[in-house]
């Protein structure tokens, strides 16, 4: 009987230890990855594509490359949204933030441009007369040549991205001096386990 009590009291141990070790090892152990981790929104700000004429940039490498790089997914001239190096891209409606799924089909290698796309370009009998403003509610979504998504969000086309309803703004020679064209503001958010869930 004495024998009996002994092991049932180390029974009992080896029990409530082995379920400390396994709850400790738990909360030890990284969290497997299935697809839930927020993901980055990378703001970039005044991408200058007006002393070349043009500016290239790489999603994947978050920043300008080259045009001869093998690496850039899209490529500013003046308002066109072009794509390169097996990238292609649709425009859709959404914001950034909301905007979770991104179509698996419809993209075009061709570029984005054209008044009414994703931004507007005002005319004489607008204030402010002849600006590029971008459209709210317009997302890019661009699919890399890895097959990787990206939706991005353009936010201005002016240097310092100014405040368009500015009595500055609307004169068009204080416009140009103080706010140079064709210095891109735009946030994105490239989803790198190639599903197409943001």
Not at 20 to 28: A, D, L, Y
Not at 99 to 118: C, L, R
Not at 132 to 137: D, E, S, T, Y
Request: include cysteine.
């Amino acid at each position: 009987m004495i024998k009996h009590h002994i092991f049932q009291k180390t029974g009992l141990f080896a029990l409530i230890l082995g379920l400390i070790f396994t709850s400790c090892s738990k909360k030890n152990d990284p969290a497997p990855d299935d697809g839930d981790n927020v993901l980055e929104m990378v703001a970039i700000k005044d991408l200058n594509g007006l002393d070349k004429g043009h500016v290239c940039f790489s999603l994947e490498q978050k920043k300008e490359v080259e045009e001869s790089s093998k690496d850039w997914d899209i490529k500013f001239s003046g308002a066109t949204i072009s794509f390169g190096n097996g990238a292609s891209g649709q425009m859709v409606e959404g914001i950034l933030s909301s905007y979770m799924t991104a179509p698996e089909d419809g993209y075009s290698a061709s570029g984005i441009t054209g008044n009414g796309s994703y931004y507007t370009n005002t005319t004489s009998q607008t204030v402010p007369n002849h600006a590029i403003l971008m459209k709210p509610g317009i997302l890019i979504v661009v699919k890399t040549a890895k097959g990787r998504y990206a939706k991005i969000e353009m936010i201005g086309y002016y240097k310092g991205n100014p405040d368009i309803a500015t009595a500055d703004f609307a004169d068009i020679p204080t416009r140009n001096e103080k706010w140079p064209k064709q210095h891109y503001t735009f946030n994105y958010v490239l989803q790198p386990n190639g599903t197409n869930k943001f």
